[in-house]
């Protein structure tokens, strides 16, 4: 499966190596989970400010076929010209994400390639954001 999107190769975060990434695009994912974690927005007040309405970072954390995990994420600028719908090995996501819902993929072709894909590749803080992108590659 390509992991061509808009004739650039998707980014995986914190992967550099061009054959070690196009491995993780072609995994086959069993098994996600609706994650979320408090919004860090560089100050600690608008940080809680946001947080007290209910703004949350959130994103979805795939298991592959090989065991392998993965949060998918988007983010304004994250994956650079190559779209801003990125997945990063699971040490790099960081503290205070909580599951918000979990379900086996069953017998699902879809890759991670496929996921990116599907979190899109243009932000909108207010229209394709990444709490948009993650509740629709959840919703597959």
């Not at 061509?4 to 196009?22: I, L, P, W, Y």
């Not at 994912?29 to 949350?56: D, F, N, Q, Y």
């Not at 298991?63 to 190559?82: A, L, M, N, V, Y």
Request: glycine fraction near 12%; proline fraction near 2%.
């Amino acid at each position: 499966m390509s992991s061509s999107f808009g004739g650039k190769v998707n980014r995986t975060q914190a992967v550099t190596d061009q054959a070690e990434m196009d491995r993780i695009h072609a995994l086959r994912i069993i098994k996600m989970e609706r994650v979320c974690r408090p919004l860090s927005v560089g100050s600690a007040v608008a940080s809680h400010l946001l947080s007290e309405v209910g703004g949350k970072h959130g994103g979805v954390k795939v298991t592959t076929s090989t065991g392998e995990q993965f949060p998918i994420h988007k983010g304004d600028k994250f994956g650079g010209e190559w779209g801003n719908t990125v997945a990063v090995p699971v040490a790099e996501m960081g503290t205070g994400w909580t599951t918000m819902a979990s379900k086996e993929m069953g017998n699902s072709q879809m890759t991670i390639s496929d996921a990116i894909r599907k979190g899109g590749e243009n932000y909108n803080l207010l229209f394709e954001n990444c709490n948009h992108a993650a509740d629709s590659l959840f919703r597959q």
